[in-house]
């Protein structure tokens, strides 16, 4: 069974940084793509960004390009999501999610296993 925990949310002002982790328990997770995604209040879950397994291939939203870097610790079974230059508008419950394949998973449907969320909070 896979078990894929998140952690690392908060409240932080607007500017600022945190990082997202997303511990996974799965047997051989260097062998799949992980990426994360987030769900505002009264929107849709969206896309944020995904790995390929080895690390080597990463794909972003437009809105979180050149601010969000997603990596993987394969040694360490985790993967992170680093968001700079924050803003209200990334306020959202942030999920951390597994693909089966070890290629680059792009849309949501992709995703098999996904975590509980993490809430991040962006001040004005």
């Known amino acids: 069974q896979v078990q894929l925990v998140e952690s690392g949310g908060g409240l932080v002002q607007a500017g600022g940084s945190l990082r997202l982790s997303c511990a996974a328990s799965v047997h051989s997770f260097s062998n799949y793509a992980m990426g994360w995604a987030r769900q505002a209040p009264g929107k849709e879950r969206e896309f944020v960004a995904a790995i390929s397994w080895s690390g080597g291939n990463t794909y972003y939203a437009d809105s979180v390009k050149g601010r969000f870097t997603i990596s993987r610790d394969n040694a360490k079974n985790t993967v992170y999501l680093q968001m700079h230059s924050l803003k209200p508008e990334d306020t959202a419950v942030y999920y951390c999610?597994?693909?089966?394949?070890?290629?680059?998973?792009?849309?949501?449907?992709?995703?098999?296993?996904w975590g509980q969320g993490t809430q991040v909070t962006v001040s004005s």
């Open positions: 999610a597994l693909d089966r394949t070890p290629f680059l998973p792009t849309t949501l449907r992709a995703y098999d296993y």
